[in-house]
């Protein structure tokens, strides 16, 4: 079923809640509330539809800071087996917002639209990103763990993720700070200065971008072709973004939901059994993302 022209969104500026329409993309919500000055928490690639990642529990900039994009949400509508337009809230078939929340499965119905609280956006984003050789990957997973309870705590709006590339061999590290001042950009440009010390390389850079901007570079705004215009405007094409420029391409995407900032070394060998030892046949690469 087809939802892409459910493209409806309103905003409830005192309440900071907005709501829309299950068709839109991130990258097409995050451009219609830049002009309120507000975010809902989410992932970066633009071109991803906005009811999967919601529904689906995903990720983001903001994670530490507001949570999964699903602990946002406050109120469904959605088509029930009997074709009967419902909707779902705290007090009001609140187990069915229950199950959009993450219960569990797949929802058991249409969702058509979400009303979600909505955040301020950071008047900047600051980004740091270091490229490591994969024979290193051990020490700058560890490194990286031992460093992550604290920067997931919230009043350090920091948010950090790791990218392990089969091809070409690499991990990348990033470390970004939402509207950081100085002293709050050094602490978290220290905690990469520690994983650098192990890691063996120092092919790093640095940048801070506008909260769209961040977007549309995480989307592959510099990358050739693959968000076109290369512009903030180009973040309203949903067929933009990463495996659907310049060419479609296929893949497979799995979850898992860990607890502890931890990784045991039987799941580092498999791992790096997998992406490295085992290698992966071209044309296909092997991307797990921390």
């Known amino acids: 079923i087809d939802t892409q022209d459910l493209q409806s969104l309103s905003v409830d500026a005192d309440a900071k ?3 829309f ?6 990258g097409q919500l995050y451009y219609r509330l830049n002009p309120y000055g507000l975010l809902v928490p989410g992932g970066t ?3 991803v539809g906005a009811s999967g990642l919601i529904l689906g529990c995903g990720r983001g900039l903001v994670t ?3 949570g999964l994009a699903c602990d946002s949400l406050l109120e469904i509508e959605y088509v029930d087996a009997e074709g009967e337009l419902k909707r779902a809230d705290s007090e009001t078939n609140s187990d069915m917002l229950w199950i959009a929340r993450g219960g569990g499965g797949q929802f058991p119905g249409i969702v058509t639209s979400f009303t979600m609280q909505a955040y301020d956006i ?3 984003v600051f980004d740091i990103q270091c490229k490591f050789p994969a024979n290193n990957a051990r020490a700058v997973m560890r490194t990286w763990l031992d460093h992550a309870d604290e920067m997931e705590q919230p009043q350090r709006k920091v948010f950090t993720s790791v990218q392990w590339w089969s091809s070409p061999p690499h991990l990348l590290v990033e470390i970004t700070c939402n509207g950081c001042d100085e ?8 905690r990469m200065e520690a994983i650098i010390q ?3 390389t120092r092919d790093c850079s640095t940048d801070t971008r506008t909260w769209l901007d961040q977007v549309l570079y995480m989307s592959g705004g510099s990358s050739p072709d693959v968000v076109t215009p290369p512009t903030v405007e180009g973040l309203l094409n949903r067929n933009n973004g990463w495996g659907k420029k310049p060419e479609p391409s296929a893949s497979q995407v799995s979850g898992r939901m860990g607890f502890d900032w931890h990784i045991s070394d039987a799941l580092f060998d498999q791992l790096n059994y997998w992406i490295n030892t085992n ?12």
């Open 45 to 47: 690639v633009s071109g």
């Open 17 to 19: 809640t907005t709501k």
């Open 21 to 26: 329409g299950t068709g839109l993309t991130l």
């Open 279 to 290: 290698g992966v046949p071209d044309p296909w690469v092997l991307l797990v993302i921390f």
């Open 183 to 190: 002293s709050e950009r050094r602490w978290a440009q220290s």
């Open 64 to 66: 530490f800071q507001a």
């Open 198 to 200: 192990v890691g063996g």
């Open 122 to 124: 950071p008047n900047h």
